[in-house]
């Protein structure tokens, strides 16, 4: 069974461009988190979608958004990247409603010069 | 806000040697995760406790969850460089609260 595959691994961008990382979850997950690992600040909640809705939203700017697609694979956009932007960005799937359990990809790493 | 509290940050220690490391917070949690993370991966998903009191054991990991449900441990048994990671404790139901993690580092 296929695990939760995030791309791209590696993502350079300028300060104020857009950035576009995408996540496709386990097979049969339809809920999708996203977590963004900073150097010095740990993992932090960024976005929950289930059943193609935002239930959740962590506490950043709404430049941070996403969505979530029929298939249950999401995408996270953040526009007007800012330098402290740069982290390893996880999405997570679990069946709908059962929070524990969740299945971490290996990350986007974004980095904005 | 839920804080979750991690020491020790980094540990460095020989094989063959015990360790714990402590989750600690002021809040209730309904449930709460240990995870291990390598360079370069996400975390790993190594238990989860809900019960307080409860104690679950993982070939040499011990995790224990407090009475209150507030704090968390776990112990390793004869620690081997396999055990090399970043253990994260988080906790909540569907979005996570984690700590900062505990730099685990076993040399040979």
């Known amino acids: 069974e296929a695990g939760v595959t995030q791309s791209p691994t590696h993502l350079i961008k300028t300060r104020g461009q857009q950035a576009t990382l995408r996540c496709s979850p386990i097979s049969g997950h339809t809920s999708v988190y996203w977590y963004q690992q900073a150097l010095g600040l740990g993992l932090q909640f960024l976005l929950w979608y289930d059943e193609g809705e935002e239930r959740n939203r962590g506490n950043f700017p709404p430049r941070f958004s996403g969505r979530q697609f029929p298939n249950y694979s999401s995408e996270l956009n953040v526009n007007a990247l800012e330098l402290e932007d740069s982290a390893l960005y996880l999405c997570?799937?679990?069946?709908?409603?059962?929070?524990?359990?969740?299945?971490f990809g290996s990350g986007t790493r974004l980095t904005v010069v | 806000t839920q804080l979750l509290e991690q020491s020790p940050q980094f540990l460095s220690i020989q094989e063959g040697e015990n360790l714990t490391v402590y989750c600690n917070s002021s809040s209730v949690f309904s449930s709460l995760q240990w995870y291990r993370q390598e360079p370069g991966e996400g975390p790993v998903l190594l238990v989860t406790v809900v019960t307080g009191g409860e104690v679950k054991k993982l070939k040499r990991l011990t995790f224990q969850f407090g009475d209150a449900r507030k704090d968390s441990s776990l112990h390793i048994t004869a620690a081997q460089p396999g055990d090399t990671g970043l253990y994260l404790c988080?906790?909540?139901?569907?979005?996570?609260?984690f700590g900062k993690g505990t730099m685990l580092l076993v040399s040979p």
């Open positions: 988080a906790g909540g139901y569907s979005t996570l609260t």
């Open positions: 997570a799937s679990s069946l709908v409603l059962q929070g524990w359990g969740n299945t």
